[in-house]
């Protein structure tokens, strides 16, 4: 059988989706689970959106628009860049896949951090790429130490910044300073998944690289702060030329008319954005002082979710939360077995979330 398989894909671990909330329900024997999991919207999506989405039904015989030309046209001016500087992804996973496909050769090198987003291992290795995982320094990366690996094989370095799973952010002092020093012929794949929720001045410019003519690759999302993860839509940054190797590769219908509809409606809403960016903040400010109140050691965050040290076993935490009905994410897979993961949530959800944590942690 092995010889069947492409051996660069014969030894991945495939990621793990979990099970449905409807069936963890029904096997504890409980409702009204809260999933506070995958770092979702907890008001879920803009009512606008919605409309959109309903609106374009009755059209969903039709090919969508596989150039995207109305959601670039809507997004080019609020990033100040050119509609041929936007490719668009069935979620920011495909952007990456196709970044792999259309700049890596096997044998060539990727480096990340060693405790970070996973696909970028898994689409990396799955090109027959070498994967360099290099630590990170207080919970962030640590651009230095990864400036010290890149050698003439080098050919991407992937950043998630904010990064998932810790929530640290890299500055702008600092991302200026690498940018200095990597050498141009990488290319930089800044991911900015978490950027709506970054309320911060320090924050790195990163489309002012990609305008100065580097190679650099912005990623963002529409599965997180705009709530329409179902819908799979995201978008790359990048110069013209780039992009136009990018869609060489892309499927032609990658993103559907749904989520180019609903896309599209979510960036008008600028009420319900800065509504969700209010009530993650002031979620995190209450989650905060709950953990300082309960002794509980977290890393400080600049995104939606916030990575706790339970000093024991994270996945035995994980599973008495799950059976009170409070799903988070365990984080043995990122090599830390004694953390979690939670995602801000409104602030029901948020109490339930510190009552489960705290009976737990009993
Ligand atoms: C850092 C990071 N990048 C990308 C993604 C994937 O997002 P999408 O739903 O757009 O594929 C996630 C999702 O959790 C993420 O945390």
Do not use: W
Request: glycine letters at 8%; a neutral charge; proline letters at 6%.
């Amino acid at each position: 059988m092995k010889n069947l398989i492409n051996p660069h894909i014969a030894d991945l671990k495939p990621y793990s989706p979990g099970k449905p909330v409807q069936e963890l329900e029904r096997e504890l024997g409980i409702a009204g689970a809260i999933k506070l999991a995958s770092n979702e919207n907890p008001l879920g999506p803009s009512p606008k959106a919605l409309n959109a989405i309903k609106e374009a039904l009755g059209e969903v015989h039709r090919y969508p628009d596989g150039g995207g030309f109305y959601l670039k046209q809507a997004l080019a001016p609020k990033l100040g860049v050119k509609l041929e500087n936007i490719v668009l992804g069935n979620g920011s996973d495909e952007l990456i896949e196709i970044i792999c496909r259309t700049f890596l050769n096997p044998g060539e090198q990727v480096i990340s951090a060693d405790c970070t987003f996973v696909e970028y291992e898994l689409v990396a290795k799955s090109f027959g790429a070498k994967m360099l995982k290099v630590p990170l320094k207080g919970f962030t990366y640590d651009l230095e130490a990864i400036l010290a690996e890149v050698d003439d094989n080098t050919k991407l370095v992937f950043i998630a910044n904010p990064n998932n799973p810790t929530g640290t952010m890299v500055d702008r002092m600092a991302f200026d300073s690498f940018m200095k020093k990597i050498p141009p012929p990488v290319m930089v794949v800044m991911d900015e998944a978490y950027y709506e929720y970054m309320m911060r001045e320090d924050f790195p410019d990163s489309i002012s690289y990609m305008q100065q003519g580097r190679n650099i690759i912005i990623l963002r999302t529409f599965s997180k702060i705009y709530g329409l993860a179902a819908l799979r839509i995201g978008y790359g940054i990048a110069r013209p030329e780039l992009i136009d190797y990018m869609n060489r590769v892309r499927l032609p219908f990658n993103v559907n008319s749904l989520a180019q509809a609903a896309a599209i409606a979510a960036l008008d809403d600028t009420e319900h954005l800065s509504h969700s960016q209010a009530v993650t903040r002031s979620g995190r400010q209450y989650l905060y002082s709950q953990f300082d109140k309960l002794g509980i050691d977290y890393v400080p965050s600049a995104a939606n979710f916030i990575l706790l040290d339970t000093k024991r076993n994270g996945s035995r935490v994980y599973n008495t939360m799950l059976k009170a009905g409070v799903i988070v994410r365990p984080m043995q897979v990122y090599g830390l077995p004694d953390y979690i993961r939670v995602t801000i949530g409104t602030e029901g959800e948020n109490r339930r979330l510190v009552e489960a944590l705290k009976r737990a942690l009993k």
